[in-house]
């Protein structure tokens, strides 16, 4: 009962949870830039959240203050950088791209900073745990407290994904069509931003599962965003149990999530593009 109850469930949900949260995330931002090479942290999300992970780490605090950190450090960079278009007058989608790289330069600077602040000893390697991802260290509480923010920013976008489709034509079209495109395209931003940051604080930055899986939805499902994001959602959320289970079980150490996501991950997506080359061809 301890072994199963404490122990394994907890983290299982919690894998599911991450996983579902940032493949829903990136289908959503891919949508919404209409770029297939777009990730989940592009707007700064993930940066942010490892500079307030560390943050709270070299100030020597506890778990729960390490979440809180981390998730408020991701909504801060997300923030900024919609702050930025605003401050230069000029709201193009490529302008709020250009903000993104530079939020996530500034605070993987200041990530550097604090990397090199932080005593070898301990707090370093906290820092590139973080940085790794894991899933070791969940319990129930963060299912109970990320959980509800993660199922409704996900429920959200799930009943917007044709709105996402609409967004995907083009300014002018969707206005012809009567969407809100600032609203529309803010409100899904938001929830993305929301997912991903919920995830990165209780796992860590965890890497290409919100670039790859979306792209293999769409090549399942077709570019219909209506079945592109949930089918994400349920391929993301099976891929990282599968490999968390791997990282328990490869090797006597566990292996950090980031490590086996990227092996896996970066082959599988140049499988996908090759395979996708030659159909087109």
Same mark, same amino acid.
């Not at 899933?135 to 996402?164: F, H, K, M, T, Y």
């Not at 929301?194 to 399942?220: E, K």
């Given at each position: 009962?301890?072994?199963?109850? #404490? ?6 949900? #919690? ?12 289908? $959503? ?116 407290? @990320? ?44 929830? $993305? ?34 079945? @592109? ?13 599968? @490999?968390? #289970? ?36």
């Amino acid at each position: 009962e301890s072994v199963v109850w #404490t122990l394994r469930l907890p983290r299982i949900l #919690t894998a599911l949870m991450v996983g579902g949260a940032l493949s829903l995330s990136g289908a $959503a931002y891919q949508g919404v830039f209409k770029n297939p090479l777009v990730a989940p942290d592009m707007l700064g999300v993930s940066s942010g959240a490892c500079a307030g992970a560390s943050v709270a780490i070299l100030f020597g605090g506890n778990s729960i203050i390490v979440q809180v950190a981390a998730f408020a450090g991701g909504i801060l960079a997300v923030g900024i950088a919609t702050l930025i278009p605003k401050v230069v007058k000029n709201s193009s989608m490529m302008t709020l791209v250009l903000a993104g790289v530079i939020i996530s330069g500034f605070m993987n600077s200041i990530l550097g900073l604090l990397k090199y602040l932080a005593d070898p000893e301990t707090q370093l390697a906290s820092i590139t745990h973080w940085q790794l991802g894991s899933l070791a260290d969940s319990v129930w509480r963060d299912i109970v407290w @990320v959980g509800p923010p993660v199922a409704a920013a996900a429920g959200i976008l799930i009943i917007l994904r044709w709105r996402v489709n609409l967004l995907s034509l083009g300014e002018q079209e969707a206005k012809t069509l009567g969407v809100s495109i600032g609203r529309t395209r803010g409100l899904i931003i938001i929830c $993305a931003t929301v997912l991903t940051a919920s995830a990165v604080c209780i796992s860590g930055t965890i890497g290409w599962i919100g670039l790859v899986i979306p792209h293999f939805s769409r090549i399942i499902s077709g570019a219909d965003n209506c079945r @592109v994001i949930p089918v994400s959602g349920v391929l993301g959320a099976a891929f990282l149990l599968l @490999v968390d #289970t791997l990282a328990r079980i490869l090797t006597s150490a566990e292996l950090p999530l980031s490590i086996l996501t990227g092996l896996i991950g970066a082959p599988f997506y140049f499988y996908l593009l090759m395979k996708q080359r030659m159909e087109l061809s």
